[in-house]
């Protein structure tokens, strides 16, 4: 990364206008020899069916899974990439990797295999007695919107609760769905969070033993929610002899999320095995800077900063991908919080970085626009290529949301 002073602050931010770019796909011309009436009917086929096969093999390109390996982790240190928040009263929870026995997740096919081995987990030890006290470990890293989530759990002591459960499609700890387990009150819940208030939980009575591991899956397509307990829906409650396939709840309140691990006051529980199958949300920042770097070949690199919740901005979008996530400089703040302009010279190439303004003309965040310079080329001329550039961007935005969705 670059030291922050090897750029020099340039004049401020200027307004330009660029046009904005219409994509159109017109899917008439089809390399097939038919006769008139079949070109009528091969027509209406298409017409029919080809959206249908496109979302299938969009939704089949774009299907990804995630494992969490709390392995990887050095024991008594909560796993990096997870965040910890508390909702309603108390304090955060004391969230750790430790090691434990964990039966396997297939039976042993012989009497004189080993049933249990240690092996890491994610254990959440604090013991705060607080009736309103959530603790929540969210995953920063990514948002989900359709997925199918699995984990074991084991909900291990506590006085007043005994409780693991899984938070999903979280804005943040005050706005949330979440399914859990009680051991001490045998019922499996679902009920969300909006704006620091519980709605009315709903779910079953279930049997769900302390010190021993249990299954929780989460399934979330579209409006649609549906939970499992060792491998039984009981979210919504199945009714006696009626077929399940359709049955789910549907809340419309939050449409993508983070997912995350929950328990309630005093309740030491453990998770492990968590896997993620889920269609990967491509972020509008990221689509813009692709689109960008599309219709604009000559363009070196694009990266757009953001500032979150950490001292420095962070690069939420970069057409090289590795890069989302890594903090920014003194430099990209700068521009964040004074609206300033910086440029920076290196051989051939130029960068420019310039604030990013929504049509408001609030800046929401900070772009580095590099560029290959030529030889006489002048520091104006840089920048001016580099505002087309930014302006182009900012024709496809309209709010902050847009940039930190």
Same mark, same amino acid.
């Given at each position: 990364?670059?030291?922050?002073?090897?750029? #020099?602050?340039?004049?401020?931010?200027?307004?330009?206008?660029?046009?904005?770019?219409?994509?159109?796909?017109?899917?008439?011309?089809?390399?097939?020899?038919?006769?008139?009436?079949?070109?009528?009917?091969? /027509?209406?086929?298409?017409?029919?069916?080809?959206?249908?096969?496109?979302?299938?093999?969009?939704?089949? *390109?774009?299907?990804?899974?995630?494992?969490?390996?709390?392995?990887?982790?050095?024991? $008594? =240190?909560?796993?990096?990439?997870?965040?910890?928040?508390?909702? @309603?009263?108390?304090?955060?929870?004391?969230?750790?990797?430790?090691?434990?026995?964990?039966?396997?997740?297939?039976?042993?096919?012989?009497?004189?295999?080993?049933?249990?081995?240690?092996?890491?987990?994610?254990?959440?030890?604090?013991?705060?007695?607080?009736?309103? =006290?959530?603790?929540?470990?969210?995953?920063?890293?990514?948002?989900?919107?359709?997925?199918?989530?699995?984990?074991?759990?084991?909900?291990?002591? @506590?006085?007043?609760?005994?409780?693991?459960?899984?938070?999903?499609?979280?804005?943040?700890?005050?706005?949330?769905?979440?399914?859990?387990?009680? *051991?001490?009150?045998?019922?499996?819940?679902?009920?969300?969070?909006?704006?620091?208030?519980? +709605?009315?939980?709903?779910?079953?009575?279930?049997?769900?033993?302390?010190?021993?591991?249990?299954?929780?899956?989460?399934?979330?397509?579209?409006?649609?929610?549906?939970?499992?307990?060792?491998?039984?829906?009981?979210?919504?409650?199945?009714?006696?002899?009626?077929?399940?396939?359709?049955?789910?709840?549907?809340?419309?309140?939050?449409? =993508? $999320?983070?997912?995350?691990? #929950?328990?309630?006051?005093?309740?030491? +529980?453990?998770?492990?095995?968590?896997?993620?199958?889920?269609?990967?949300?491509?972020?509008?920042?990221?689509?813009?800077?692709?689109?960008?770097?599309?219709? &604009?070949?000559?363009?070196?690199?694009?990266?757009?900063?953001?500032?979150?919740? *950490?001292?420095?901005?962070?690069?939420?979008?970069? &057409?090289?991908?590795?890069?989302?996530?890594?903090? $920014?400089?003194?430099?990209?703040?700068?521009?964040?919080?004074?609206? =300033?302009?910086?440029?920076?010279?290196? @051989?051939? *190439?130029?960068?420019?970085?310039?604030?990013? /303004?929504?049509?408001?003309?609030?800046?929401?965040?900070?772009?580095?626009?590099?560029?290959?310079?030529?030889?006489?080329?002048?520091?104006?001329?840089?920048?001016?290529?580099?505002?087309?550039?930014?302006?182009?961007?900012?024709?496809?935005?309209?709010?902050?949301?847009?940039?930190?969705?």
């Amino acid at each position: 990364m670059r030291d922050s002073g090897d750029a #020099w602050l340039i004049a401020q931010d200027v307004k330009t206008t660029v046009p904005s770019v219409n994509v159109h796909f017109d899917p008439a011309i089809v390399g097939l020899a038919v006769s008139p009436v079949s070109a009528t009917v091969f /027509r209406i086929m298409l017409k029919l069916f080809l959206p249908v096969v496109m979302a299938g093999l969009q939704l089949s *390109s774009l299907a990804a899974v995630k494992d969490f390996d709390f392995g990887v982790y050095p024991v $008594g =240190h909560p796993p990096p990439g997870f965040r910890s928040a508390v909702a @309603g009263n108390g304090q955060p929870g004391d969230w750790k990797v430790i090691n434990e026995k964990v039966p396997p997740l297939m039976a042993p096919l012989s009497h004189k295999a080993q049933a249990d081995t240690f092996r890491p987990v994610l254990a959440q030890m604090a013991k705060d007695p607080t009736d309103e =006290h959530f603790a929540v470990l969210l995953y920063t890293n990514e948002d989900f919107g359709d997925f199918t989530l699995t984990t074991r759990f084991k909900t291990v002591s @506590g006085v007043t609760e005994q409780m693991a459960g899984i938070v999903f499609r979280a804005q943040d700890e005050k706005n949330y769905y979440v399914i859990r387990a009680s *051991s001490l009150g045998n019922t499996f819940k679902f009920y969300k969070m909006v704006n620091g208030l519980r +709605s009315e939980p709903m779910g079953p009575e279930a049997t769900i033993p302390t010190g021993e591991w249990h299954t929780l899956k989460v399934e979330c397509i579209g409006s649609s929610i549906r939970g499992y307990l060792d491998d039984r829906l009981l979210i919504p409650p199945p009714l006696p002899g009626k077929p399940t396939n359709n049955l789910a709840l549907n809340d419309t309140s939050f449409p =993508h $999320g983070q997912i995350g691990f #929950w328990t309630k006051s005093d309740s030491v +529980s453990y998770f492990v095995d968590t896997h993620i199958d889920y269609v990967p949300r491509e972020k509008f920042a990221q689509v813009l800077v692709r689109d960008i770097m599309r219709e &604009n070949p000559k363009l070196l690199g694009l990266r757009i900063y953001a500032k979150k919740k *950490s001292p420095l901005p962070l690069v939420i979008a970069d &057409n090289d991908e590795t890069a989302i996530g890594t903090e $920014g400089t003194e430099v990209e703040g700068d521009v964040l919080e004074k609206g =300033h302009s910086y440029y920076l010279k290196e @051989g051939k *190439s130029a960068e420019v970085t310039i604030p990013l /303004r929504d049509r408001n003309g609030e800046v929401v965040g900070a772009v580095r626009v590099k560029l290959k310079t030529f030889k006489g080329e002048m520091q104006e001329t840089v920048l001016t290529r580099a505002m087309l550039i930014k302006k182009q961007m900012e024709e496809h935005m309209i709010s902050a949301q847009d940039i930190n969705e």
